[in-house]
């Protein structure tokens, strides 16, 4: 798989007041803990290829080895069950390519959209073909709304960068409960390494899944008991991995995959219709990636996707600053959706104000998993689990399920 990029290097752009941009990406001195080599590339093109060097650029060979192999023991592992596999679906590019490929292999996934009360109506569309398209079952998980938009609405007021974490984190938590409910052992996922890999620390929470992070903003801001969200904190994740034997499978990261030649396959097959922004198949991350990232924290995350693109030979650095030209989203539509995010998330207008004037708070202001306490149980937890798990897997009542690849 070749992902070579295709750009000529360009100049490093830099101001008197210390402003600059990478050579060969469009990363630059907006972007926490960025720094530059002597030739003005960042720190995020070496990172890009240390990654894609132990995944995506090895050995075609390897790669459709460990894909065929991956393929096979899915069908195996589930060849007695209803389904085989797990695949959580928006409506996007990733997740539908996803579904189609399954369907190409002859997998039998579950498919489970996460409904947080945020869909546009081109993602509904977009989820109704692939369900009558391909023929596979859908579970809709519909989150109980009234907690969630507590939490969403703690997010916001605790002033911290990612209020994405809810989604994030209930996505996977949902999937989880959903597979070990219908004993299913892979989950498969859809991030990919040549799409969307750069994600700088200080734009997003890299503790996705940090369960006491999430319950210690929402305990400072929250009003609700949450009690029928799902959770995915670190006992629920010993569970679900090392008793349940539940697996995330990235398999787009064992195919070349092209962004510009994926989304013809789907816009062809699927009847696919495009939103105009990476994830912005849901009216909340568009309004979030596109809205409010750039106007409180002035983060503007298209940097960090087209830069991935860059580096995996997808896209020039000068098709990249062309788009950096042009607004997130029109005027319009994000006028449109403050009104509609600030009405739904029950925020005055003098709140929101507030909410935008409040200078950024880190998550690891909270509490966090890695807080000394939590480690200590969590070792506790695990010392006390090792023996009686190993005991159940000997006599059968639990089964080890066969790894397949490694995540990164």
Partial sequence: MSTTPSTEQGKSVSTSNGYRMCTVTVMDTTVPGISFNEQGASNFCDYYQALA????????????????????????????????????ISGGM??????????????????????????????????????????????????????????????????????????????????????????????????????????????VYKDKLDLVNLRDIHATYGKLKLRKLPRLGIIQRYFYEAVAGIQTVNLLDLIAYNKSSVKKLIEKELNWRDYGGKHYESVFTRFYQGYYLPVKFNVDKRKAH??????????????????????????????????????????????????????????????TERDFSTRTFYFVFRSAMYIPVRVLRWVGILSRTKQIGSRW
């Fill in 306 to 367: 087209l830069s991935n693109l860059i580096l995996s030979g997808q896209m020039t650095r000068e098709e990249a600053l062309t788009i950096l030209q042009t607004p997130t989203y029109s005027e319009k539509d994000q006028q449109e959706d403050l009104r509609y995010v600030i009405k739904k998330l029950g925020f005055s207008e003098a709140d929101w104000n507030t909410i935008m004037q409040k200078p950024r708070v880190e998550h690891a202001s909270f509490k």
């Fill in 53 to 88: 060097a132990r995944t995506v650029l090895r050995d075609s060979a390897v790669l459709k080895a460990e894909y065929d192999v991956a393929i096979e023991t899915i069908k195996q592992e589930g060849r007695k069950k209803k389904y085989d596999c797990i695949l959580g």
């Fill in 94 to 203: 990733d997740s539908t390519y996803l579904a189609w490929l399954a369907k190409k292999e002859g997998l039998r996934p579950l498919l489970v959209h996460f409904d947080n009360g945020w869909n546009s109506e081109l993602a509904v569309k977009n989820i109704e073909n692939i369900v009558n398209i391909l023929g596979f079952d859908l579970h809709t998980f519909v989150m109980d709304w009234e907690e969630f938009r507590d939490l969403q609405r703690a997010y916001f007021l605790a002033s911290v960068v990612d209020v994405e974490v809810p989604t994030d984190q209930l996505i996977f938590a949902a999937l989880n409960r959903i597979a070990y409910q219908n004993n299913i052992k892979y989950v498969l996922a859809g991030n990919n390494v040549v799409c969307e890999s750069i994600n700088p620390d200080g734009w």
